[in-house]
Nanobody, 126 residues
Framework: QVQLEESGGGLVAPGGSLRLSCKAP????????MAWFRQAPGSEREFVAS????????LYTDSVKGRFTMSRDNAKSTVTLQMNSLKAEDTAVYYC???????????????????WGQGTQVTVSS
C-alpha cells in the first residue's frame, strides 16, 4: 500500500505560521487529486483543502479561507499547505490524502480518498 508522507508540523503561537509538506510516491502524480484533512481529539476528520488532478484552483473550507494556501509541485510529487494567522482551533493532526478517481462532489469526503499519510501534529498555543 502506498503511504504518503507528511512533514512540517509543530508547536506555534497564535498568529504564527507553519508550512506542511506531503510527499506522494504516486505515478503519474498529476493524475491524482490531493487534499488536506485534519482531526482534533474527539472530533471527526475534517476537510481543509484540496486540489483536483489537472486543476490548479484549490478548494478550501470556510474556516481557513484567506489564511491557508495549498499548492502542488507535480515535478516533485509534493503538495504543501502554507498556514498563516494560526488560531488555537487549528490545533489538530493534519493528514494528506490522494485519490485518482475522485469526483468533484466528493472532494470534502474523507471516505472518498484511497491513499493517506500518517499525519503530522499541529499545535497552536501560547
Amino acid at each position: 500500500q502506498v503511504q504518503l508522507e507528511e512533514s512540517g508540523g509543530g508547536l506555534v503561537a497564535p498568529g504564527g505560521s507553519l508550512r506542511l509538506s506531503c510527499k506522494a510516491p504516486l505515478r503519474p502524480f498529476n493524475a491524482y487529486s490531493m487534499a488536506w484533512f485534519r482531526q482534533a481529539p474527539g472530533s471527526e476528520r475534517e476537510f481543509v483543502a484540496s486540489m483536483k488532478a489537472h486543476n490548479s484552483n484549490p478548494l478550501y473550507t470556510d474556516s481557513v479561507k484567506g489564511r491557508f494556501t495549498m499548492s502542488r509541485d507535480n515535478a516533485k510529487s509534493t503538495v504543501t499547505l502554507q498556514m498563516n494567522s494560526l488560531k488555537a482551533e487549528d490545533t489538530a493532526v493534519y493528514y494528506c490524502a490522494a485519490d485518482r478517481q475522485i469526483i468533484t462532489s466528493s472532494l470534502r469526503n474523507p471516505r472518498a480518498y484511497d491513499y493517506w499519510g500518517q499525519g503530522t501534529q499541529v499545535t497552536v498555543s501560547s
